[in-house]
């Protein structure tokens, strides 16, 4: 087994430094916001994937998903709301 090399101080790593970020540059204009639009069944995910696959209880586990999934689109709506972004029902 060879030793391991010393390292020379006199002898400087060669490179280009990075160039400098202008963050004050001009952004584009961001585009206009589309309204949200409720779903009308949020565990559609991931009941077409499939059962989780767990031994034993997966069902329980399968449901717990689907509550979360429900309590998460609720929540997004409540903020779309708020926001007023929430897009209008279609009454026909």
Do not use: F
């Not at 391991?4 to 206009?32: A, F, H, I, M």
């Not at 409720?38 to 329980?60: H, N």
């Amino acid at each position: 087994m060879g030793q391991p090399r010393k390292r020379n101080p006199s002898r400087k790593r060669g490179g280009q430094k990075p160039k400098p970020v202008d963050l004050w540059r001009p952004v584009p204009p961001v585009p206009e916001i589309e309204p949200i639009v409720r779903t009308t069944d949020p565990t559609a995910l991931m009941r077409s994937i499939g059962s989780p696959p767990l031994r034993g209880r997966s069902d329980m586990a399968e449901a717990h998903m689907w509550a979360v999934a429900e309590k998460a689109s609720r929540l997004a709506e409540a903020l779309a709301a708020a926001a007023g972004l929430l897009a209008e029902p279609d009454i026909d």
